[in-house]
């Protein structure tokens, strides 16, 4: 799974739990070309990720022969609200966010780690024949992306003397 897909599906399962007092409200990703629908909705809109810092490498490889490295990125989100109740789900999940257990805790499930948000803002659509309301609001996580990699091993190690014509094999039998 890449960065992309892990990032979209864990602001997907922390937005539906932080907007579990709006169950029909549905969460769906920006610019997806499909029809608008028609009762309240929000949409995720996964402006930057940019890696901080250097990568963390394990010096170990594990049973299977995988060693693994830590990158840590800042990831940016928009959260819009469109709809007559979007002003009250915006609200609320951007209360929720900084401020309820469940959700903090919903957060680590998913790798992320919420640094700061902006206000919630006001911003209604003009659609063909009216205004509708909408609200939006960004959110700065963390998150850590860990990736494991195949190791090449060495099954043995043969050093040969040039001078006494010795020759030693570590180990003496060769790993399976």
Wanted: charged content about 20%.
């Amino acid at each position: 799974m890449t960065i992309n897909t892990q990032i979209k599906t864990a602001l997907r399962n922390v937005v539906l739990k932080g907007l579990a007092e709006f169950p029909n409200v549905p969460v769906i990703f920006a610019y997806q070309s499909g029809s608008e629908p028609p009762a309240t909705y929000c949409t995720v809109h996964l402006l930057r990720v940019e890696q901080q810092g250097r990568k963390m490498v394990s010096a170990l490889a594990d049973t299977q022969r995988h060693t693994s490295f830590d990158a840590a990125y800042e990831v940016q989100a928009q959260f819009s609200f469109f709809g007559s109740n979007s002003g009250d789900a915006a609200y609320s999940l951007s209360q929720r966010l900084s401020n309820s257990p469940f959700l903090l805790e919903e957060l680590s499930k998913n790798k992320l780690g919420y640094m700061r948000k902006t206000q919630v803002r006001n911003n209604p659509q003009r659609r063909e024949t009216q205004w509708i309301e909408s609200f939006n609001f960004d959110v700065h996580f963390s998150y850590v992306v860990s990736t494991k990699e195949l190791v090449d091993t060495v099954a043995q190690v043969t050093i040969r003397d040039n001078f006494s014509s010795q020759q030693t094999s570590i180990p003496s039998d060769p790993l399976p």
